[in-house]
């Protein structure tokens, strides 16, 4: 038991819940033990960091998921960092929930959002339920820009179809105009911004016969 409390406390940035550690055979009691002794530091009600681990940039991602519970999903900027395609730290951490309402026990850097997320677009990365690379640049792309949307299309991480089809799932969340405008952008087949200027100049001076590469 202790080995395999050791491992998950190791490959969870020091963060763990009441149902995980009672999922690996600790009782109440022993939960409640640590917590009085100081080994575990109580986050927030049900969300623990193990003392000997600090409060780092991926424990207060994980901190942040934990504390919405359920069925919780990280998405935008935050989940663009936690997968490697943004190179930004996140300051807030968006995290999806299908349950409506208040979340009195969040972490101080979450913002919980009330959407219901379609299983293909959830995936898990690290240990961690995030939204897939579609959704994730669309939805960080409100606060990155576009780029990130061209960053993630030049290494390959996602397609121009996969874009498309995650935007259509959901197409009345918030900034879902901004993105439209976006993909049409995209959809004009110039993958950087410096080429979308071209083709907007050509565009409106009437040029005709060219195609981007």
Known sequence: MDMDLNEFVIRHDGVLTTSDALSLGLSRSAIQRRVASGEWRTIVRGVYLVASYPRSARAQVRLAVASVGGPAVLGGAAAAWWQG??????????VLSPVPGRH???TSTTLVAHRR???NDVTEYRGLRVTAPALTVLDASLDLGIAIVDSALLRRRTTIESLEAAHRRYPRRRGAPRISQYL????SGARSEAERLVVG???GGG???WHAN
């Open 201 to 203: 100049a050509f565009r």
């Open 104 to 106: 009195p026990r969040c």
């Open 85 to 94: 395609l943004a190179d930004v730290e996140p300051r807030k951490h968006l």
């Open 184 to 187: 049409r952008l995209l959809g």
């Open 207 to 209: 040029i005709v016969g």
């Open 117 to 119: 997320i379609a299983e």
